[in-house]
Structures are given as C-alpha cells and as structure tokens.
Antibody
C-alpha cells in the first residue's frame, strides 16, 4: 500500500533552518510528483511547492521562493523540504502529498510539526 | 491565483440529515479540452492529515462511503453528505488543481446538532 512516512517533530530557533523528510513506499517513486502543504495551528491548508520525483524539477509558491528548497534522493525514495530563516509564524505541521502529474492529491504524509520559538 | 471560497464556515446537522457545503472558485477550473473540472474535496479530522474524498469534482475516491457526493462545474461546486453519521464530524476543504499555485478553500467545520 502507498505510504508517505515523514520525519519527526522539530523545535528550532528563529533564523535556523529545518529539513523534513518524506519516505515513499508502495509505488514507483519516480512516476509521481510530491507536493508540500503546511497547516499552522488551528488554521487552513497552505500549498508550498511541488517536485517532480523523476527529474527533480521544482516549483514554489511565491511566498516561499528563495526560502524553501525541495529535493529528493531516488535511491531511498525520499523527498525533502528544507526551509531557511525560520520565523515563529512558520510554526506549523508540514505535509508531503503525492500527485500524478497535473492531477489531484491522493496520498498524504502524516505530517511533521515544526515549532519555531526562542 | 485562483481564490477558493467555501460556505458556510461551519454547520451543525442532525444525525441522518443532509449536509451541504459549497465551494466557489474565482475563475473556472473546467479544462475544456478534456471536459474535466480540476476540483477535489478533502476531509480532515483532528490530529490527522486530510483525506481525499472526491476528485474531478464528482468522482468518489475508492473506499469513500457513497453518502458523500460532489457536483458542480466551472466555478460553483457542492459537497453533499446525504445522511450525516457521527464519524463525519470533521473539517472539509475544497481545492483546485487547475493551475499553480494550488489553492484551498478556508474549510467548513461540520458538527452534529
């Protein structure tokens, strides 16, 4: 069965960076895209960006351009989201999500809570 | 960016009654070349990731109970729960995947009356 298993919760200080992993299994990793969506406490869903797991191509929401980097390691079928210059309002649960090309999101990771606090 | 607006923000429905959630997009999400609406619905329960219910506006995901249905086209869409069950208490989100950035509605909280 398809699974996206994310790394654990992180606590970071303002100005630091964080890297969240998303281990995919149960399907051919390179046949799909991985998107990242975050959810601040008690808030809605915010799309951050996408990555083509086949060729590593990426695209980002304008507000995250330059601060977020999406990568992958195909040898271990894992996608990564790295965010720099963290601020307290980056405190959120970060989800990876699978999509087939320009299609709907079907499987979600369980989410990784990133807390930014001094 | 396509703005997705849901209504209402919350609703309380008696068990066994119908719940209806509306979603309006700021521009059409109907792709005329394949006549498909690039619109999905998700259900999110506390402490869980969102779960896909409906895609292409009206196609039910495998395993989703048939009391959930989606309808609409162009800019106006509806998610209907025909007979509300206790396990349907959740927040529901619509999302467009017509273009980038992907955008979500603000969510509709469904509770039991």
């Amino acid at each position: 069965q398809v699974q996206l298993v994310q790394s654990g919760a992180e606590v970071k200080k303002p100005g630091a960076s964080v890297k969240v992993s998303c281990k995919a299994s149960g399907y051919t990793f390179m046949d799909y895209y991985i998107h990242w969506v975050r959810q601040a406490p008690g808030q809605g869903l915010e799309w951050m960006g996408w990555m083509n797991a086949n060729n590593g191509g990426t695209g980002y929401a304008q507000k995250f351009q330059g601060r977020v980097t999406l990568t992958r390691d195909t040898s271990i079928t894992t996608a990564y989201m790295e965010m720099s210059s963290l601020r307290p309002d980056d405190t959120a649960v970060y989800h990876c999500v699978r999509a087939a090309g320009a299609s709907h999101f079907d499987y979600w990771g369980q989410g990784a809570l990133v807390t930014v606090s001094s | 960016d396509i703005v997705m607006t849901q209504s209402p923000d919350s609703l309380a429905v008696s068990l066994g009654e119908r719940a209806t959630i509306n979603c309006k997009s700021s521009q059409s999400v109907l792709y005329r070349s394949n006549n498909k609406n690039y619109l999905a619905w998700f259900q999110q329960k506390p402490g869980q990731p969102p779960k896909l219910l409906i895609y292409w506006a009206s196609t039910r995901e495998s395993g989703v109970p048939d009391r959930f249905s989606g309808s609409g086209s162009g800019t106006d869409f509806t998610l209907t729960i025909s007979s509300l069950q206790a396990e349907d208490v959740a927040i529901y989100y619509c999302q467009q995947y017509y273009n980038l950035p992907r955008t979500f509605g603000q969510g509709t909280k469904v509770e039991i009356k």
